[in-house]
């Protein structure tokens, strides 16, 4: 598999966020990237379902940082939103929006109108597991992929605002996470 180490539309939609990612900005730029090329690695892709990876991977876990919650997923939404309104793209909004919406799902996303919905949950699990549920993303891949992209500190920061969350709210401990 070629691993894909610059990608100029993920490069251009992250800087614009640079300052409001801050000191965590390489870690989850690298996190993105380690899950676009799982992406690509799960799933063909034409020109346009590589520009829907891209862009719902850039926005994924974006609330994060805009708006300083571990329930970011409807934050991370309405940015993925608000881009692609600004680039004309809304007839993409429905299957990017699901993208971000359900890429903490448990269990298989099931429809066939949007099938990058579930390449795009997998390719999130394999890395978010550390590689140790692949989602069908082979050894090789993850091995090579996390050699260009290391961790950078992401999951360590992901633990940490983890566990601040679970401090303030021991009722709603994973408010990301869907059934």
């Known amino acids: 598999m ?5 990608i100029p539309l993920l490069e251009e939609i992250l800087n614009a966020w640079k300052i409001e990612i ?7 730029k690298n996190h993105v990237y380690r899950m676009v090329n799982f992406c690509f690695a799960l799933h063909s892709c034409d ?3 590589r520009e829907k990876i891209i862009i719902a991977g850039c926005f994924h876990d974006l609330g994060l940082w805009t708006e300083h919650t571990v329930d970011y997923l409807p934050p991370s939404v ?3 939103s608000a881009y692609l309104e600004a680039k004309n793209l809304q007839q993409w909004s429905a299957e990017i929006e699901l993208m971000i919406d ?13 099938p990058l919905v579930e390449v795009f ?7 978010f597991s550390l590689g140790l549920i692949k989602g069908g993303v082979t050894d090789d891949t993850i091995s090579n992929v996390k050699a260009v992209f290391p961790n950078a500190g992401f999951h360590k920061m992901l633990l940490k605002e983890q ?7 021991p009722l709603n401990p994973f408010p990301i996470l869907k059934w």
């Open 78 to 80: 309405a940015l993925a």
């Open 163 to 169: 566990a601040k969350w679970l401090i303030r709210h």
């Open 102 to 114: 359900m890429h903490h799902k448990i269990r298989e996303y099931d429809d066939d109108r949007y």
């Open 22 to 28: 801050g000191k965590d900005f390489q870690g989850y």
């Open 2 to 6: 070629l691993i894909e180490e610059h």
């Open 47 to 49: 020109e346009e379902a």
């Open 121 to 127: 949950r997998r390719a999130d699990l394999a890395d």
